[in-house]
């Protein structure tokens, strides 16, 4: 297998298809339409975005936001997260998102994924998440006018019943996490 | 924050743009562009795709595919995944892909996940997570030609040195997974 071409086919400022032209295993010429934050071809060894598994080290307890989605046009459970901005490092973007989102303080990292990829079906984004400890009392006080976000600190029992929950929209490494928290099996 | 308007913007095949009008928390009017195959508006009750975190009970091992990703120029790994056909339901759709994609015949479902979202920052792509016992020798003989699978298990040793391969790219569920999987740990 092996990629010919790629083209850009809308011309929007922060999300555009992109198609690509590939050679099968037979050699037959196929496309692949998919959706990209880039300009450029993408860059492996950085992450798009950045998602911050925050636990809070005084109350014992995973923090997780409820966040109004427009694309989901509902609220949303899941972790702090935003786009690494140009000159920021992993780690900054983490702080900065952790504070925006949820006024709490980033204060050690305890681990790190490298970038990884979202859906890579559909979009070449990738995520690096950062399993953190924070502190400080949650506030909504530095979010931008476009969000709308509540801050929810869980404990194993609470994440338990959360996802267990009808009805409510979670996102998926989330929920993965909360169901790891609760039970301590994979899934 | 409410949705005022959704509006197609492109009109390709498999993947389009859409425009979501809303007003945020100051009643400002703004716009957001997200990815989707959906003709319509989406139904949060039915996963658009399934992906199937396999246990070989014989081996006892875990089932990782190799897979080229097309939109990633290269080889990723991830877990055997899919969208379900029309008329397919969940667990029907998990036992194709994962003969399709492995070999490997689905034995038992031991949990599942509801639609859960991919990234709800660009699309409204969800999917739902199958934890399943299988059983058979792996073969590539039922990819599709646009597949190329190499189908790989790991136990907890192997999953942990895999992650922390240089270079190598990971669905990011699938990284989360085996990183719990090889540490027991959340992160």
Chains 1, 2 share one sequence.
Request: aromatic share 8%; with cysteine.
């Amino acid at each position: 297998m092996r990629i010919t071409r790629v083209e850009k086919i809308t011309d929007l400022k922060h999300l555009n298809l992109f198609s690509m032209e590939y050679r099968d295993r037979k050699e037959q010429e196929k496309t692949w339409v998919y959706a990209s934050r880039k300009k450029i071809a993408p860059d492996p060894d950085r992450a798009d975005a950045v998602v911050v598994v925050p636990f809070h080290v005084r109350e014992e307890k995973l923090v997780v936001i409820k966040e109004f989605r427009v694309v989901l046009g509902g609220y949303q459970y899941g972790f702090p997260a935003g786009l690494v901005d140009p000159g920021e490092d992993l780690i900054q973007a983490g702080k900065r998102e952790l504070f925006e989102e949820t006024g709490l303080k980033l204060t050690r990292v305890l681990g790190k994924s490298p970038p990884v990829y979202s859906s890579s079906g559909m979009t070449d984004e990738s995520v690096s998440l950062i399993h953190a400890e924070c502190e400080g009392a949650p506030s909504s006080r530095f979010n931008e006018d476009s969000e709308d976000i509540e801050v929810m600190m869980l404990s194993r029992e609470e994440a338990g019943s959360l996802i267990k929950e009808p009805g409510l929209k979670f996102d998926v490494k989330t929920w993965i996490i909360l169901n790891t928290y609760a039970s301590k099996g994979i899934l």
